[in-house]
């Protein structure tokens, strides 16, 4: 029982100190605010940058365009061997076949132009377009590997997948969330610092009180557990506006930009709200916790000779 009346006196002891001293309080309280602020953007930034590697990455086509001559006995076994590549997805969608004639259908349709060109290629024996494979691979990092295979099979003339467009596009992405994540450390380590520095100011304007526990037999336990609480709360109460932020305002602009829609385009889209903003809010609330207490500790440890 007396551990929980240490710990009970302890938060209330803490309240008390965040109240006394509201000025250096305010003072951590906004140094985590605006520190979680800018973890919550930089992390639902590296969140929308995963996605949208991902999704390129899942949509990276390999297309593998056939002999203009080749046989529809010939352009099945060719199938065949794509699908014992490893590299390959599986599924409906991971290995297609466009022939000649559905291209020029698909082009007629577009342009008029093409239409009057096309009119007179009635058969594959007078249609001079090639037919073609569009391909999907697993890794990515391996599709130079795969579309160097699927190049190797007989009848395959050429094959194209937007070599360096790809790997710079996937390049630039991780540069970006690694980058993110960078910036999420830096900016906990310098709440911590500041956090460390608010609550040491407001130490030296407590030694007298410490001075006076010291001298009532207070124990080392009983004087470091307060401003464990403190901390503790300076952080969650830190991460509040953030919190709530992140939440409504994300929202607000998902809801905003038609279900995400950067540009209006269905493929560059934001992340679903539910459930990134609650997972980034969690996370906000325990590194407010964690960022509070931390600061709050070193301060005791390095500035209180206890």
Partial sequence: ????????????????SIFRNLAFSFASIFCIM?????????????????????KVKEDVTIVAFLDV????????????LLHELDNIQTGSD???????????EDWMESSEAYERVMEDWDSREENPLQDAYHIKVVDINQ????????????????VRYGEDMVKKLVDAFEIIKNGSLIIVAALIV??????????????????????????????????KI????????LGILGSIVPIIVTIYAYTAVYDKLDGGKLFGTEWLTLVNPSPVVYQVSLML???????????????VKKHLKI
Avoid at 1 to 16: A, E, L, Q, V, W
Avoid at 226 to 233: K, R
């Fill in 94 to 104: 991971a290995i297609v076949f466009n022939s000649k004639m559905e291209i020029r």
């Fill in 285 to 299: 609330l325990i590194i407010g916790a964690i960022v509070g207490i931390i600061g709050s500790l070193g301060a």
């Fill in 69 to 80: 001559d080749i046989t529809e006995e010939r352009i099945a076994e060719i199938e065949e």
């Fill in 226 to 233: 307060p401003f464990f609480f403190e901390g503790l709360f």
């Fill in 190 to 223: 310098v709440a911590a610092f500041l956090i460390a520095n608010t609550i040491r100011i407001t130490i030296f304007s407590r030694k007298r009180e410490i001075d006076i526990m010291r001298l009532v037999g207070a124990s080392n336990i009983n004087i």
């Fill in 143 to 158: 599709i130079d590997k795969t579309a160097n295979e699927i190049s190797e099979i007989e009848g395959v003339d050429i």
């Fill in 34 to 54: 605006i520190t979680l602020f800018m973890v919550s953007i930089s992390s639902l930034l590296a969140e929308n940058i995963e996605s949208l590697t991902t």
């Fill in 1 to 16: 029982m007396k551990i929980f009346r240490i710990i009970g006196n302890s938060i209330r002891d803490s309240f008390n």
